[in-house]
Structures are given as structure tokens and as C-alpha cells.
């Protein structure tokens, strides 16, 4: 993929919560008109509960974009970040392209963020 789109969320928070069809929406236009994907990373599943209720947004909210859970070798990684949603561009060689970007977005603010960081 050109473009990788990381967006970094958790259950208790009402904006990742918000935005969640908007990606599922970014997601399917990614996969159809752009070399690109989305990939989500849940913050806070550390029990069976919290991942019922992380699949109960994604189901409701149509966001069937891959998900991934944080295991601890992330945790370090995931600390320079401070807020969810945070989300990050990267390229197919796996850098980071331009600065991540905090807070819940629509689909057209993201897909405007996406082309102009294919560019």
C-alpha cells in the first residue's frame, strides 16, 4: 500500500467512539479508489468484556477495518502518544508521513488528509 492509515483509540472514549463510522466509511474508500488501507489499534482490551464491547462499536458503527489489540511490546511505542484518537500516516516503506493528528475527524476531513499526504 501507498498509504497505511493507523488510527489509535479506546472503548472509553467518546470521540473515537463518534468517529468510528466515519472510518469504516474512510475504510471502504481507501480499499476502492486509493492504494491504501486502514488499520485500527485498541488501547485499553485487557479483558473479555472490554473486547466484546470494542467489537460492539466496530459492529455497530460498520467499521470493518482490521483491528488490532496492544500487547505489551507496544505499550512503550503507544506512550509518546497522549490522546486518543490519534492517528498516524505511513508509507510503504513504514515512515511516518507528516505529523499524527489528535482528535475524531469526519471521512471527508481524513480522505482530505490521506490525498494530501500521497502526495
Same mark, same amino acid.
Given at each position: 500500500?501507498?498509504?497505511?492509515?493507523?488510527?489509535?483509540?479506546?472503548?472509553?472514549? &467518546? &470521540?473515537?467512539?463518534?468517529?468510528? &463510522?466515519?472510518?469504516?466509511?474512510?475504510?471502504?474508500?481507501?480499499?476502492?479508489?486509493?492504494?491504501?488501507?486502514? *488499520?485500527?489499534?485498541?488501547?485499553?482490551?485487557?479483558?473479555?468484556?472490554?473486547?466484546?464491547?470494542?467489537?460492539?462499536?466496530?459492529?455497530?458503527?460498520?467499521?470493518?477495518?482490521?483491528?488490532?489489540?496492544?500487547?505489551?511490546?507496544?505499550?512503550?511505542?503507544?506512550?509518546?502518544?497522549?490522546?486518543?484518537?490519534?492517528t498516524l500516516f505511513?508509507?510503504?516503506n513504514g515512515r511516518?508521513?507528516?505529523? &499524527?493528528? *489528535?482528535?475524531?475527524?469526519?471521512?471527508?476531513?481524513?480522505?482530505?488528509? *490521506?490525498?494530501?499526504?500521497?502526495?
Amino acid at each position: 500500500r501507498d498509504l497505511t492509515v493507523v488510527n489509535i483509540w479506546g472503548t472509553f472514549c &467518546p &470521540p473515537c467512539i463518534r468517529e468510528m &463510522p466515519d472510518l469504516g466509511k474512510l475504510h471502504r474508500t481507501l480499499e476502492a479508489d486509493y492504494n491504501a488501507t486502514l *488499520v485500527g489499534i485498541v488501547v485499553d482490551v485487557q479483558d473479555r468484556a472490554t473486547l466484546d464491547l470494542a467489537n460492539e462499536i466496530l459492529g455497530q458503527s460498520q467499521a470493518e477495518h482490521l483491528n488490532l489489540l496492544v500487547g505489551e511490546d507496544v505499550y512503550e511505542f503507544l506512550s509518546q502518544y497522549d490522546y486518543v484518537p490519534t492517528t498516524l500516516f505511513v508509507d510503504s516503506n513504514g515512515r511516518l508521513v507528516g505529523d &499524527p493528528v *489528535v482528535g475524531g475527524f469526519t471521512h471527508d476531513e481524513y480522505l482530505a488528509e *490521506v490525498k494530501a499526504r500521497l502526495q
